[in-house]
């Protein structure tokens, strides 16, 4: 397991990050990714800190608050020192039927980060997320909210997730204006087959030094190496459970699996540890999120930090998923290749 460091910081986080969104019942639209009772948690937790993983990530809303519960309660459970893991959590989601519960308010950000720090058991989060955005709530006072916060030493770092280019930059500029904590990481879909990140946000990231955590890396499962074009309604959170999310290029994605089953067969791998293994190569990428229902799935994506790719096999599975041009991109690419570092 290699450790980088998280944005402009000096925090070493894994290269695999434990999601939980699996963690917790639940009987919303996301019933399909979640099931995972507390001996089920306590498991995948324990293998993955053996297998090295420092950093935990959940949200207020994943299973109605219980995935923060059962998270706590596992770290608990195994006696896990509070200082050796590097715990992240969200807020933004509607928690509870009152018109100040969601959002990015003053309001409701206080209280759910004691909400949060309650479920987790813990008395400080060490990366508190801004799930989305809130189109109703100044930036500025969403981030003088969390800059409290981080004074207070309720929370060590702050990031953002689920927001386009404009939105980021705005935030880091407030945040530099007003001389409020910075953002230092982006949550953000991300996959060998979505790579719509890499037209505005991927730049900007890479420019102004903030993180990146890949969340879905597998494209909702869609690379788990169960879909092909000949049996596209496997077994599966995109299969018999109607859940097809996120959105998919399919028929680019089955070209992408075509190189990577080949690929994959001549290493003695899977399709997913490749899919995830390509993210890990990517020089944005900070820490990739892995999910699991099942010990099989972890064990499967934890082999993803062993894959090496040629520098060919790389330059192959570019070419298979690149994106199409588009404006300003191709006239930004055809104006400034006569200015490039040397």
């Known amino acids: 397991m290699k450790y980088n460091l998280l944005g402009n910081t000096g925090l070493k986080v894994s290269e695999l990050c434990l999601g939980t969104m699996t963690f917790g019942p639940s009987t919303g639209r996301f019933a399909a990714i979640n099931g995972v009772d507390q001996a089920g948690a306590d498991a995948l937790l324990k293998r993955s800190l053996d297998a090295g993983i420092n950093f935990i990530d959940t949200a207020n809303i994943y299973t109605e608050g219980q995935s923060e519960e059962i998270t706590g309660q596992g770290l608990h459970n195994l006696g896990i020192n509070r200082y050796d893991v590097v715990l992240a959590t969200k807020v933004r989601g509607t928690m509870g039927p009152g018109p100040n519960d969601v959002g990015l308010t003053r309001k409701h950000i206080i209280a759910q980060a004691e909400a949060s720090l309650k479920r987790l058991k813990t008395d400080y989060i060490d990366l508190y997320q801004t799930h989305s955005f809130d189109s109703l709530t100044p930036w500025e006072e969403t981030l003088r909210a969390l800059d409290d916060l981080v004074r207070s030493g309720k929370v060590r770092y702050i990031g953002a997730s689920n927001v386009a280019a404009w939105q980021l930059m705005k935030a880091l500029g407030v945040s530099h204006y007003q001389r409020l ?10 996959t060998i087959a979505g790579r719509d990140l890499e037209r505005e946000l991927v730049p900007l990231l890479l420019d102004q030094k903030v993180g990146l955590m890949v969340w879905s890396p597998l494209a909702g499962g869609f690379l788990s190496g169960k879909y ?83 520098p060919e096999e790389l330059q192959q599975l570019d070419e298979v998923s690149k994106l199409a041009p588009e404006y300003p991109g191709w006239m930004l690419t055809m104006t400034g290749g006569d200015r490039k570092a040397e």
Do not use: C
């Open 228 to 310: 092909t074009r000949e049996n596209q309604q496997a077994d599966g959170r995109r299969g018999g459970s109607g859940f097809d999310f996120p959105p998919v290029n399919k028929e680019l994605a089955f070209n992408i699996i075509d190189v990577l089953k080949s690929m994959a067969d001549a290493k003695g791998s899977t399709v997913a540890s490749l899919a995830l293994a390509w993210l890990l190569h990517q020089k944005v990428v900070s820490t990739v999120i892995i999910g699991a229902k099942k010990m099989e799935q972890l064990e499967d994506n934890l082999k993803a930090v062993d894959v090496q790719f040629s």
């Open 181 to 190: 904590e910075k953002y230092v990481s982006l949550q953000a879909y991300y």
